[in-house]
């Protein structure tokens, strides 16, 4: 095998050893609880009907961020950003079947969008939005939740 062939196979192998798990950032994986610090908007009481569900179990290798959140079990993924502690991550549910101020409703899609700063290891704060729409059900069912909120693994809270 000649010397540039090894080479154009070695590249790509070095590239996604370099941006699989190698990047130093601080936050710890496992299980956090979200509460809310402000609510600027909560068309439907989403927070306090489903404040049981504002958890998830977030994972972190290399850049690459994942969130098993518990409201409508939603899986988030998204990445740290170029410089620094700060990450954005996203995730989408379809045809979910929840209640929203006491109507059944059938959602045609649910996202989450959250971003975040890493405060400490077991620490991030940012914003969250999530957004309910329903085309065809009831209007009930249509609205949005933005907050800002800290999330802790494990109420390990750091300063």
């Known amino acids: 095998m000649s010397t540039s062939r090894r080479f154009r196979l070695l590249v ?24 809310p610090v402000e609510i600027f908007r909560d068309d439907c009481g989403l927070y306090d009907a489903n404040r049981d569900l504002f958890n ?19 899986q988030l993924i998204g990445y740290f950003l170029a410089e620094g502690d700060d990450f ?20 045609d899609e649910a996202s989450i969008h959250i971003d975040a ?5 077991t620490r991030f704060d940012g914003a969250m939005r999530v957004r309910y729409a ?4 009831p209007a009930e069912c249509a609205c949005e939740l933005w907050m800002r909120f800290e999330a802790v693994k494990e109420a390990n809270r750091c300063e």
Request: proline share 4%; with cysteine.
């Open 12 to 35: 790509p192998a070095l590239l996604v050893s370099a941006m699989s798990g190698c990047l130093p950032f601080i936050q710890e994986a496992g299980d956090y609880e979200f509460t």
């Open 56 to 74: 998830g179990s977030l994972q972190v290798t290399g850049r690459v961020v994942r969130l098993n959140f518990g409201l409508l079990d939603t």
């Open 88 to 107: 954005a991550i996203d995730g989408t549910t379809i045809n979910a079947a929840t209640p929203v101020r006491g109507v059944d409703c059938l959602l």
């Open 117 to 121: 700063t890493t405060k400490c290891e």
């Open 134 to 137: 329903s085309e065809q059900r």
